[in-house]
């Protein structure tokens, strides 16, 4: 039997011990068991949508309806009015054909890759993408090729190494890490040569760049059948779950053979009814987007000002590289001192030598707030105990 004690220990040892903390959340301000208050820079809550009355009140509304839970999968008896009705506004909200709702992001990946592709098969993805297509790549047992981040060339180079079977190039739209875009016209340029799919994991961009409609819209790609999105809905619409929005073909074949489709309850309806809810606000409420770009631009200027060490960045995602873990954590218990929640980022979510604070901006924030990181931030800089 494996020593998982030892396995801890050294886990702790290199300063990558994670803890669950208990936090009451309202707004952009947590609470903490004590009663402490800490304004939160670390949700992916991009459009403050996530307690927003209209929100709340449909959820409140679908669960007095149709329950708390949907009682099964969907192709038993669990797909009820209001999951059909959020897939047909998701898809005509996207101007695709059809949308497949999911339980989580991580998941719609799995199911996409592991039932599109076999052995025998290729998948090309970017070094930095999201955990959960590297897996679905090695469920699907088909022959996996990584190129350099956001690395054209390199790209171009793995798809031309594929051979006989089906190709699919996945990407992030936005790196959940890193905030920068993925150069999906070239991408989608690239794949037409090579009569490939291409998978945009659209977790960061939906809701956020293009208008709402997220990183394919905002490079103005066309929405060919080779083109597949992943969307999640519980960041820039502030509920639970994720979608697939993609041809007619593709969604048939997931209903027909993804196994983390066909063996999964489906999610809650109210969590439907919050959704349509809260998309509807997303695609109405443009000064959201606005005000959250205008304190992206604000937080960027004053951090050039005092010389702090952010990556290239236009999205909410705001990294802070700190290099080591220990440095890191330092910063973060530094910031919390000071009354800001920002979580250090460490190995294995980044390379090793990456660790980062990952800031990320909501519109709920208000321009003083951010101001106030700044400040923490300045204070903490001038610091030299962990340098």
């Known amino acids: 039997m494996k020593d998982l004690s030892a396995d801890l220990q050294q886990t702790r040892q290199q ?4 803890s669950n903390r208990v936090l009451q959340r309202d707004g952009v301000i947590c609470r903490t068991e004590d009663g402490r208050e800490l304004l939160a820079f670390c949700s992916n809550d991009y459009l ?34 209001a999951h059909q009705a959020l897939e047909e506004e998701l898809a005509e909200f996207l101007g695709r054909p059809r949308a497949l709702l999911f339980s989580t992001g991580y998941m719609a990946n799995l199911a996409l890759i592991s039932t599109l592709l076999g052995r025998g098969d290729w998948v090309v993805q970017d070094r930095l993408n999201h955990a959960s297509l590297l897996d679905g790549a ?5 022959r996996l090729k990584r190129y350099a981040h956001a690395d054209l060339a390199d790209a171009r180079q793995r798809l031309t190494q594929t051979g006989s079977g089906a190709t699919l190039l996945a990407t992030d739209g936005v790196f959940s890490m890193d ?14 040569q090579h009569h490939s799919w291409l998978l945009l994991d659209d977790a960061h961009g939906f809701g956020v760049l293009g208008k709402g409609r997220g990183t394919a819209a905002h490079y103005g790609l066309t929405a060919t059948d080779d083109l597949i999105q992943m969307i999640t809905l519980g960041k820039a619409l502030g509920t639970f779950g994720a979608a697939v929005v993609a041809s007619e073909a593709v969604i048939e074949t997931l209903i027909q053979r993804a196994r983390p489709y066909i063996f999964t309850t489906a999610s809650p309806p109210a969590n439907a009814e919050a959704s349509r809810a809260a998309l509807r606000l997303l695609a109405s409420e443009h000064w959201r987007r606005e005000h959250l770009q205008a304190l992206i631009a604000r937080f960027r200027q004053g951090a050039e000002q005092i010389g702090l060490p952010l990556m290239a960045s236009t999205t909410p995602i705001q990294p802070l590289l700190l290099g080591s873990e220990a440095r890191a954590l330092a910063w973060s218990r530094g910031l919390e001192q000071a009354g800001i929640l920002v979580s250090a980022i460490r190995p294995p979510t980044v390379p090793q030598g990456a660790s980062r604070l990952r800031i990320t901006l909501s519109a709920e924030h208000s321009p003083e707030q951010v101001d106030r990181l700044l400040d923490a931030l300045q204070n903490r800089g001038q610091m030299t105990d962990d340098r």
Not at 54 to 77: D, K, M, P, T
Not at 179 to 192: F, N, R, V
């Open 48 to 81: 403050g949508l996530s307690q927003h009355p209209q929100v709340v009140a449909a959820f409140q509304r679908g669960a007095e309806r149709y329950g708390v839970g949907s009682g099964a999968a969907h192709l038993i008896n669990g797909h009820g009015p």
């Open 138 to 142: 090695q469920l699907s047992r088909a």
């Open 179 to 192: 905030g920068d875009l993925a150069p999906l016209a070239e991408l989608q340029c690239l794949c037409s």
């Open 15 to 18: 300063q990558r011990y994670r």
